[in-house]
């Protein structure tokens, strides 16, 4: 069965430092991922996805995510983060199968610190 | 613009009174589909329709109904609402069955159950 996981329910950072947003994924067959970012009072906005190709995934607002196959994993990126960075993330898988299913892990708070 | 609009937006209803929370998307999306989102617990979906006349159950379902008569419209209905449905709810759409194809969300209708 398809799962996502988000290992961490708030992650704090500094200002300029480094910011890393972690997702471990569980899916047969080739994976599809996404990540979203929500901002308060708001819906979900698409960030980037994986579908195949280069590992290192580009994405919007300065945003990467590296795709991981031996370790299943989908990490968040950024080389310095902004206030307007703190939101909430989501990372998503979609496989193709029967019901195209779409799961979503439960959401990473990241709080950026002046 | 691309875009998927939920109605309401926010809404404060009684136990057992039927309502409907409207979906409308703009592009020409075949993938419509319902999520609610609770803390701690992500994003779960409700409900989920490949094409126009075609749904089917996500993982929560119990207490919802859904119909799709036109490819745009995805209305969300619930007969007899409960406190436990109290939630955020957000309505997406994406093209065709491609895996690789994003996911558009609506920006959420706050529904409390009281």
């Known amino acids: 069965a398809q799962s996502v996981a988000q290992p961490e329910d708030q992650v704090n950072v500094a200002e300029g430092n480094p910011l890393t947003v972690k997702c471990t994924y569980s899916?047969?067959?080739?994976?599809?991922l996404f990540w979203y970012v929500q901002y308060p009072n708001r819906g979900l906005q698409f960030l980037l996805k994986?579908?195949?190709?280069?590992?290192l995934v580009k994405g919007s607002y300065g945003f990467e995510a590296e795709f991981n196959k031996s370790q299943t994993s989908f990490h968040l990126k950024k080389p310095s983060a902004l206030v307007s960075d703190s939101a909430l993330y989501f990372c998503?898988?979609?496989?193709?199968?029967?019901?195209?299913?779409?799961?979503f892990g439960k959401g990473t708070r990241l709080h950026i610190l002046p | 613009e691309a875009q998927v609009t939920q109605n309401p937006r926010y809404l404060i209803t009684v136990t057992g009174k039927k309502l409907t929370v409207t979906c409308s998307q703009n592009m020409n999306h075949e993938y419509m589909s319902w999520y609610r989102q609770d803390p701690g617990l992500g994003l779960r979906q409700i409900y989920y329709s490949m094409n126009v006349e075609v749904t089917d159950k996500g993982d929560v379902p119990e207490g919802y109904k859904v119909s799709r008569k036109e490819k745009r419209n995805f209305p969300l209905i619930l007969e007899s609402p409960s406190p436990n449905q109290t939630s955020l709810y957000f309505c997406?759409?994406?093209?065709?069955?491609?895996?690789?194809?994003?996911?558009?969300f609506g920006e959420g209708s706050w529904l409390t159950v009281v």
């Open positions: 994986y579908i195949t190709g280069d590992n």
């Open positions: 997406a759409s994406s093209a065709g069955r491609a895996s690789g194809n994003t996911i558009y």
């Open positions: 998503a898988v979609r496989a193709l199968n029967r019901d195209d299913k779409i799961i």
């Open positions: 899916v047969s067959g080739n994976p599809y």
